[in-house]
C-alpha cells in the first residue's frame, strides 16, 4: 500500500468556522508533511513531523494547527481562517525526514475553499 | 540554500514528439533530484529521482532525467508523448544530509496537441 489519504476532498468554511483536514498513511513512515498550493503554483511547505513530533514549521499563521495523534494520522485544524487561505492542502509521507529514505508520496489534496 | 528554475512555463507539444523540460538548481552542498507530475485536481506524483550513482535516471511513464552537476541541471526528457501526458511538472531539490525540505520549481506546463 502505497497510498496516502487525505479527507474531506472538498470543503467550504466560513471565516469563523473551526473544521479539521485529515491525513493518513499505512506504509510506516515516520515523517509527515503539510503543504499548501495556490492556483498555479509550486507546493509551499508548512510543517513537518517526525516521529510524531513537530520538527519543522515553516512560519505559519495560529489559524492552522497542526497534530499528529499516531504514526499514521495527521491532522490539520482550521480556526478563523481568511480567503487568502483558500489553496489546495496536500498531505505528504516518507519513510524518514532525512537520507536516501525521505522520498516523498503524496496525497490528492483537500481543496479548501474560505468565504 | 537551494533554489530551483525550470526555464519554461508552458511547453506545447504535437503527440507522439520528444519533449525536453528544462530544470536547473542551484546549492552549495549535495543535493538529491526529483521530477513530479501532478495531473488537474490532483496530488503530485513521483516520476523520478536522483540520489546518486548513475546520472541518468529513468522513471515512470517513460520519462527519463540526466543529471549534470557541471551544469547544475537535471532536464526531464520523453522520446515520444502521449495526449495523457498534458500535466503540471515540477522539478525539485532537497538537501542529501539533514531534513529534507523539498524545494519546487515553479512548474511547466505541458500541453499536448493531436
Known amino acids: 500500500d502505497t497510498e496516502v489519504t487525505q479527507t474531506p476532498k472538498h470543503l467550504v468554511m466560513g471565516m469563523t468556522n473551526k473544521k479539521s483536514l485529515k491525513c493518513e498513511q499505512h506504509?510506516?513512515?515516520?515523517?509527515m508533511y503539510w503543504y499548501k498550493q495556490k492556483a498555479k503554483k509550486p507546493p509551499e511547505l508548512m510543517f513537518v513531523?517526525?516521529?510524531?513530533?513537530?520538527?519543522i514549521n515553516e512560519s505559519v499563521p495560529s489559524r492552522f494547527s497542526p497534530e499528529c495523534p499516531n504514526s499514521s494520522l495527521l491532522n490539520l485544524h482550521l480556526h478563523a481562517l481568511q480567503p487568502e487561505d483558500s489553496a489546495l492542502y496536500l498531505c505528504?509521507?516518507?519513510?524518514?525526514?532525512?537520507?536516501?529514505?525521505?522520498?516523498?508520496?503524496f496525497g490528492p489534496g483537500t481543496r479548501l475553499t474560505v468565504t | 540554500a537551494q533554489s530551483v528554475t525550470q526555464l519554461d512555463s508552458q511547453v506545447p507539444v504535437f503527440e507522439e514528439a520528444p519533449v525536453e523540460l528544462r530544470c536547473n538548481y542551484s546549492s552549495s552542498v549535495s543535493v538529491y533530484l526529483f521530477w513530479y507530475v501532478q495531473y488537474p485536481n490532483q496530488g503530485l506524483q513521483l516520476l523520478l529521482k536522483?540520489?546518486?550513482?548513475?546520472?541518468l535516471v529513468k522513471g515512470i511513464n517513460g520519462f527519463e532525467a540526466e543529471f549534470n552537476k557541471s551544469q547544475t541541471s537535471f532536464h526531464l526528457r520523453k522520446p515520444s508523448v502521449h495526449i495523457s501526458d498534458t500535466a503540471e511538472y515540477f522539478c525539485a531539490v532537497s538537501r542529501a544530509q539533514g531534513a529534507q525540505k523539498l524545494v519546487f520549481g515553479q512548474g511547466t506546463r505541458l500541453t499536448i496537441n493531436p
Open positions: 513531523y517526525s516521529y510524531e513530533k513537530l520538527s
Open positions: 506504509m510506516g513512515h515516520r515523517a
Open positions: 536522483y540520489l546518486s550513482g548513475s546520472t
Open positions: 505528504a509521507s516518507s519513510q524518514e525526514l532525512a537520507g536516501a529514505g525521505a522520498e516523498q508520496y
